[in-house]
C-alpha cells in the first residue's frame, strides 16, 4: 500500500536537515527548510536546482515568534502540515569544568528550547492530519560523557520526546526520536576535524528519519538508536 506525501518541515539548511529535505524531495513530498543564514538556504536551493517542492525560510529555531512564523508560512504555501523534523543544534565543545559560559546560552536555546517551540507552534496543524513530530538528539542523551554540556542538551530532548509524546499521542500524533551516534557532518568544525574511527553519513540518517516518517497508519515509532559500527559508547 502506498503511503501518501509527508509535507515535512525540516530545520535546517546543511548536514542531517539537508539530507532529509533531499530524501523527501525526490520521493516527490513537499518540503519546507528553515535556517539562519539567507545565504546558505538560497545556495540549497539552487543546489536542487531550485524545485516547486522546496520552500525556503530563513528563521532561528530559539526564537518563538520565527518559529511560529515558519510554521504559518508552510501551512499557507502548503494547504497542510504533516511530519515536523526538529534538527537544528550546535555543541560548543568544551566542559562544564572548564569550558567558556559564553556559547552555552545559545547552545541550551537552540538545541532544547527550539524543539520545544516546533512542537508548540505545530501541535494544531499536526492535530489536524494525524501527523508526526520527529526529534533527532544524539548518543549523546543517553551516555553520560564527562562534563559535556551539549550531551546534557541531548538528554533533554531525549526527556522531551517521551514527554511529548505522551501527551500527544491521545491526539493520534506520533513522535520519533532519531539518536544518532557519529555522524559525518559539519558539527565536528569545531574541534577541527572529524573524530577517528568509523561514522555515518548524514544520508543513512536521513534513511532513518524517512523510514520512521512512513510507517503505516497506527504505528508509533518512538526512539531510533543509530550508530556507526565500531563506536562503544
Not at 503511503?3 to 518540503?31: D, N, S
Not at 502548503?78 to 523534523?85: A, M, N, P, Q
Request: glycine letters at 14%; proline letters at 6%.
Amino acid at each position: 500500500m502506498g503511503v501518501p506525501p509527508a509535507r515535512a518541515k525540516p530545520r535546517a539548511g546543511g548536514g542531517i536537515g539537508a539530507a532529509v529535505a533531499r530524501r523527501l524531495l525526490e520521493a516527490g513530498q513537499r518540503v519546507a527548510v528553515t535556517g539562519r543564514g539567507a545565504e546558505r538556504l538560497r545556495a540549497f536551493s539552487a543546489e536542487l536546482g531550485d524545485p516547486e517542492g522546496l520552500l525556503t525560510i530563513r528563521g532561528s529555531a530559539a526564537e518563538h515568534e520565527q518559529v511560529v512564523s515558519a510554521v504559518e508560512a508552510t501551512l499557507k504555501e502548503f494547504g497542510r502540515l504533516d511530519t515536523v523534523v526538529a534538527n537544528a543544534g550546535f555543541a560548543t565543545h568544551d566542559s562544564v569544568a572548564e569550558g567558556d559560559p559564553a556559547g552555552w546560552t545559545e547552545m541550551v536555546l537552540t538545541n532544547v528550547l527550539g524543539p520545544a517551540l516546533l512542537i508548540r507552534a505545530s501541535i494544531d496543524a499536526l492535530k489536524e492530519t494525524r501527523g508526526r513530530i520527529v526529534l533527532v538528539g544524539s548518543v549523546a542523551g543517553f551516555v553520560n560523557t564527562p562534563g559535556n554540556i551539549y550531551g546534557a542538551t541531548k538528554w533533554a530532548v531525549t526527556g522531551l520526546a517521551e514527554n511529548t509524546r505522551r501527551e500527544v499521542t491521545q491526539w493520534g500524533v506520533g513522535v520519533t526520536l532519531i539518536a544518532p551516534g557519529r555522524v559525518e557532518t559539519p558539527f565536528w568544525d569545531g574541534i577541527g576535524g572529524l573524530p577517528p574511527g568509523g561514522l555515518l553519513t548524514a544520508d543513512q540518517i536521513a534513511d532513518s528519519v524517512v523510514w520512521a516518517m512512513t510507517q503505516p497508519a497506527g504505528v508509533d515509532v518512538n526512539t531510533v538508536v543509530v550508530r556507526p559500527l565500531g563506536q562503544p559508547n
